[in-house]
């Protein structure tokens, strides 16, 4: 059984830095895409950056110049980092992996809890 952990959200002053993780848990062969979204107050959840493994990442508008996503395949660890935080930010941030359990087999998609990241004076 895979489950996702996240962590790393958190209150910061905007201009702020975080750098929230997703762990992997259980075993599977690899992990085939690496996203994250997010969904403010009353907003529908929007996606915030992908990584394919051994291509490029790429970003939603917001996004770019200011968020990394990045992956440590050996700890099973996918991460966004944060850089010059804006209230408009504020939002739970989700990760999203699509899993190979198996070489050769169908990728599955899994969801992480979501993590609070409060961006504020």
């Known amino acids: 059984q895979v489950q996702l952990v996240e962590s790393g959200g958190g209150l910061v002053q905007p201009g702020g830095t975080l750098r929230l993780s997703c762990v992997a848990s259980?075993?599977?062969?690899?992990?085939?895409?690496a996203a994250w979204y997010r969904q403010a107050p009353g907003n529908q959840r929007e996606w915030v950056a992908s990584?394919?493994?051994?291509?490029?990442?790429n970003y939603a508008g917001f996004a770019k110049g200011r968020f990394t996503i990045s992956r440590d395949n050996a700890k099973k660890t996918v991460y966004l980092q944060m850089n010059h935080l804006k209230p408009e930010d504020t939002a739970v941030y989700y990760c999203n992996l699509n899993i190979r359990r198996h070489a050769g087999r169908p990728w599955k998609e899994y969801w992480g809890q979501g993590t609070q990241v409060t961006v504020s004076s």
């Open positions: 259980g075993t599977f062969y690899n992990i085939a895409t």
């Open positions: 990584d394919v493994s051994g291509g490029a990442n």
